[in-house]
């Protein structure tokens, strides 16, 4: 980690932000659990409020883990309905499968981005022949929610691969900024959202500073995906597996600890942030919906088959 990397002197710079610095309200460490047929994650937003993630629904870490041959996991096939799935690989392989014939391979810094909306079933596991292999698999799974206007349109895909990311530099040069969706200091990410967001991963060096401008309508979150380091302009501690919340104000703070572990280079971050929505909000399991009557819809609609079919070929084991 991280598979795309370059001269950071020769990229556009972002330069040091004038507008006032957010503040730190929070740092939490994400609780380890596991998820689908039985991969570990870091659950990224735990005992985070609501109110304060809009328009975000939940984050896991999934790995970091080097399994061994036979022992690759993903998720048998479950619908989705009112909101959208990214799924950003740093290491490894996965694939993804849907009732409506698509499908595709993402692997090292690619993206997958799915719109549920009106409702899709859907399937995410490793290849074959890395289940055989074994092998490193890391990546993180974003879920972001879609307003009451846009629960319902068609589901779609994009797949954006790690070379169309936008790539910039801090203004010292310290830091490496892959620009996924949103804007950076005037630098637009390759994705398309329905609701404005802005999705960066930062490498900083060992003893370098980041700051970057951030939009003062947005909210702001930064998870540490590797190494130790400090956050916000008060410095405080931060390290692999926590997540940083940020009060108002338009520019982020982060800064690398001048040693690392020896796995772990570099301190690697997440950047997010989002226009609330501040819509109710109703989850249960894979649906995510303005009101309970919606969300016993989606079930029903779900067990009627208004989702489609798995294809042909790629039913699930019947062991």
């Known amino acids: 980690m991280p598979a795309i990397t370059a001269d950071t002197l020769t990229l556009p710079r972002v330069e040091t932000p004038s507008a006032p610095q957010r503040p730190v309200r929070t740092v939490s460490t994400a609780p380890t659990g596991y998820e689908g047929e039985g991969f570990p994650v870091r659950r990224a937003f735990a005992g985070i409020a609501s109110s304060v993630l809009d328009p975000f629904i939940h984050m896991d870490q999934m790995g970091e883990v080097e399994y061994a041959p036979g022992e690759p996991k993903g998720t048998p096939w479950h619908p989705h309905r009112g909101f959208e799935t990214v799924t950003y690989m740093l290491d490894g392989v996965f694939e993804h499968s849907d009732s409506q014939g698509g499908g595709g391979v993402i692997t090292n810094g690619d993206t997958q ?4 909306g009106s409702g899709i079933l ?20 974003l879920w972001v929610n879609l307003p009451k206007s846009s629960k319902f349109t068609p589901p779609r895909y994009q797949d954006i691969r790690a070379t169309q990311a936008t790539l910039l530099s801090s203004a010292d ?14 630098h637009d990410g390759p994705g398309s959202t329905y609701t404005p967001i802005t999705l960066v991963h930062a490498t900083i060096s060992p003893g370098a500073r980041l700051q970057v401008p951030w939009r003062e309508d947005f909210n702001a979150l930064g998870y540490v995906l590797a190494g130790n380091g400090t956050v916000g302009t008060d410095a405080r501690p931060i390290h692999k597996g926590q997540l940083a919340v940020f009060g108002d104000g338009g520019a982020l703070t982060f800064a690398a600890d001048r040693s690392q572990p020896a796995a772990e280079p570099n301190l690697e971050v997440l950047l997010l942030g989002g226009k609330p929505i501040r819509e109710p909000v109703v989850q249960y399991g894979p649906f995510v919906m303005n009101t309970r009557e919606e969300v016993v819809q989606a079930f029903e609609d779900f067990q009627a088959g208004r989702f489609g079919v798995i294809p042909a070929g790629r039913l699930p084991h019947t062991d």
């Open 113 to 116: 981005w799915m719109t549920a």
């Open 122 to 141: 859907h399937i995410e596991k490793p290849p074959e022949e890395l289940v055989v292999s074994g092998g490193l698999f890391h990546g993180v799974q």
């Open 173 to 186: 040069g310290g830091s490496l900024l892959r620009v996924i969706a949103g804007d950076v200091g005037g």
